[in-house]
């Protein structure tokens, strides 16, 4: 039988230097093509797991597992080739001043030695699907928070991850722009089957998409399913969406991907 596991934890532990463990015996199986919330106070522990799925810090204990494979000890080639799988979305957009948008948009193409033809093709596509194809050769730091954000949204789906991890995305958005982002994983996560893992303060957020959350507390991980969970945009959503129908840009966007790939 296929496995169908994207990531898994077996008593993992994660500390820094010599202090004690911000994380203890964390254990669980997430699904491929799953969307979860990771939750709780600040220090918690949440930007910690997510560096452990991303392979940014080693467990001091325990095993992880991405796509079946044993992560612990991978070379740091292994690694890298494993990383083209996964995408981060931070808070802080990340983004390099010195380039455009299109250019900050393209890295991870340039980095994986794609055709400047097609990188064109698709990065003015994903531009177009999040609203921005009008900004492409403006620089970032002249563009609000929330366009600023969805740059780096861009920028993470452009390569299609099978697993998208986004720490507090929302944070410094406000209520619109945080409805519009959410919609743009929504629709990543049901047009790709991506498996999303958000980090978030926002009990709002958490309340109008029903996904289960990933509760980090006093060093452990529990999940809370909701009666109600579902991985459809929810009638809130529809009111305060003012862009294009994003279904449409998607599903666009996926067929531009396998024409690509096959060219």
Same mark, same amino acid.
Do not use: C
């Given at each position: 039988?296929?496995?169908?596991?994207? +990531?898994?934890?077996?008593? *993992?532990?994660?500390?820094?230097?010599?202090?004690?463990? +911000?994380?203890?015996? *964390?254990? $669980?199986?997430?699904?491929?093509?799953? /969307?979860? /919330?990771?939750?709780?106070?600040?220090?918690? @522990?949440?930007?910690?797991?997510?560096?452990? =799925?991303?392979?940014?810090?080693?467990?001091?204990?325990?095993?992880?597992?991405? $796509?079946?494979? *044993?992560?612990?000890?991978?070379?740091?080639?292994?690694?890298?080739?494993?990383?083209?799988?996964?995408?981060?979305?931070?808070?802080?957009?990340?983004?390099?001043?010195?380039?455009? +948008?299109?250019?900050?948009?393209?890295?991870?193409?340039?980095?994986? @030695?794609?055709?400047?033809?097609? #990188?064109?093709?698709?990065?003015?596509?994903?531009?177009?699907? +999040?609203?921005?194809?009008?900004?492409?050769? *403006?620089?970032?730091?002249?563009?609000?928070?929330?366009?600023?954000?969805?740059?780096?949204?861009?920028?993470?789906? #452009?390569?299609?991850?099978?697993?998208?991890?986004?720490?507090?995305?929302?944070?410094?958005?406000?209520?619109?722009?945080?409805?519009?982002?959410?919609?743009?994983?929504?629709?990543?996560?049901?047009? $790709?089957?991506?498996? =999303?893992?958000?980090?978030?303060?926002?009990?709002?957020?958490?309340?109008?998409?029903? /996904?289960?959350?990933?509760?980090?507390?006093?060093?452990?991980?529990?999940? =809370?399913?909701?009666?109600?969970?579902?991985?459809?945009?929810? %009638?809130?959503?529809?009111?305060?969406?003012?862009? %294009?129908?994003?279904?449409?840009? /998607?599903?666009?966007?996926?067929?531009?991907?396998?024409? =690509?790939?096959?060219?």
């Amino acid at each position: 039988m296929e496995d169908n596991t994207a +990531v898994s934890f077996a008593n *993992v532990g994660a500390r820094y230097d010599n202090a004690r463990e +911000v994380l203890s015996d *964390v254990s $669980f199986n997430i699904s491929a093509g799953s /969307f979860y /919330f990771l939750s709780g106070a600040s220090g918690a @522990g949440k930007t910690t797991l997510l560096r452990l =799925i991303y392979q940014l810090h080693k467990p001091s204990r325990g095993q992880i597992k991405l $796509f079946g494979r *044993v992560t612990n000890e991978m070379t740091r080639d292994e690694i890298a080739l494993l990383r083209h799988k996964m995408a981060i979305v931070f808070q802080e957009y990340s983004l390099l001043s010195h380039m455009s +948008v299109f250019d900050n948009v393209a890295l991870p193409l340039r980095v994986r @030695g794609i055709s400047e033809s097609k #990188i064109k093709k698709l990065v003015l596509k994903v531009l177009e699907w +999040v609203g921005l194809a009008k900004y492409a050769d *403006v620089n970032p730091k002249t563009l609000s928070g929330g366009q600023q954000q969805r740059v780096s949204v861009a920028r993470a789906i #452009i390569i299609q991850p099978a697993i998208l991890l986004a720490d507090e995305p929302t944070g410094n958005l406000d209520d619109e722009n945080a409805s519009r982002l959410m919609e743009l994983f929504v629709q990543m996560n049901k047009t $790709f089957g991506t498996t =999303i893992i958000l980090a978030t303060h926002s009990t709002k957020l958490m309340e109008t998409y029903k /996904f289960p959350v990933i509760h980090v507390e006093n060093h452990h991980v529990n999940f =809370i399913t909701s009666k109600n969970s579902k991985t459809v945009e929810t %009638p809130a959503t529809k009111k305060i969406w003012k862009g %294009p129908k994003p279904q449409n840009y /998607f599903t666009e966007l996926s067929k531009q991907f396998d024409d =690509i790939g096959n060219a």
